[in-house]
């Protein structure tokens, strides 16, 4: 089973990519962030005809939005709200085989990494502390995979610049500790540094604001797979798709992060 999440950042404008995303590495199950449309302007019936018929999405209009895009079928589907916020950031369903995928999107928590100062921070901060506390509380043995955009970038290696971007909103030690404890709170694995060491950079995003993203490269893994340690023993391989970065004429600023879980 082949695993993707892609923060896609308008499914209705990028739809196109997202077909040949299907064409190219066949995810059984692709898990999206930022579709930024209501549930009735979903493009449904495009992923059907690439054999994702069962869907499970959360739009709202312009902003967030979370979709999981199965050729599987989905069971036991729902929601959760965070930081007292109706905002679209999580959703949930069971596969065939009992493994509960989670799709979430995390705030991203604006320029300033100051929750006194900026109220976006602060959001970023709570939620993910609410979530450490609800992943604390599940006491059942279901296996699970957790993936989506956190806006958190962790380790030293998952950023281009550790000691440039330490004082950076997605690097700063407070984001980190809250994503740490999160990733605690549960035992979550993280899937794709079982693959790829700690020593070695590993991005998932490149800006906008770069002239040539290529050149420049000054990235950060922003997407995450978690898994529950029973799956760890499945996991079979992974796949970053750099190459998406440019799938013109307007890419994503992040890239489809996958695993295969045997």
């Not at 750099?242 to 489809?256: E, I, L």
Request: glycine share 4%.
């Amino acid at each position: 089973m082949r695993v993707a999440t892609w923060n896609i950042n308008s499914v209705r404008l990028r739809m196109g990519l997202l077909e040949r995303l299907s064409d190219e590495a066949a995810p059984d199950v692709i898990c999206l962030q930022e579709t930024k449309t209501i549930d009735d302007t979903f493009p449904r019936a495009a992923f059907a005809a690439k054999g994702y018929t069962h869907q499970h999405i959360l739009g709202m209009k312009s902003y967030n939005g979370v979709a999981i895009m199965s050729r599987l079928p989905l069971s036991n589907t729902g929601h959760k709200n965070w930081h007292n916020r109706e905002d679209c950031r999580h959703i949930f369903a069971t596969l065939p085989n009992n493994t509960e995928v989670h799709c979430v999107y995390v705030p991203a928590g604006g320029d300033i990494p100051d929750p006194a100062a900026n109220d976006k921070f602060a959001h970023k901060l709570g939620f993910m502390d609410e979530q450490a506390a609800w992943w604390k509380s599940r006491k059942d043995k279901k296996p699970k995979i957790i993936v989506g955009d956190f806006n958190v970038a962790p380790l030293e290696h998952d950023v281009w610049s550790h000691k440039q971007m330490i004082d950076v909103v997605s690097h700063t030690p407070v984001e980190i500790e809250k994503l740490t404890a999160w990733q605690k709170a549960h035992n979550w694995y993280d899937a794709i540094r079982h693959f790829v060491p700690e020593s070695e950079k590993c991005y998932s995003w490149w800006s906008y604001r770069a002239a040539d993203w290529t050149a420049s490269n000054r990235g950060r893994r922003l997407d995450h797979i978690w898994v529950t340690p029973d799956l760890q023993p499945a996991l079979k391989s992974h796949i970053i798709l750099r190459d998406a970065r440019g799938w013109g004429p307007k890419p994503s600023d992040h890239v489809p992060v996958m695993v295969d879980i045997g």
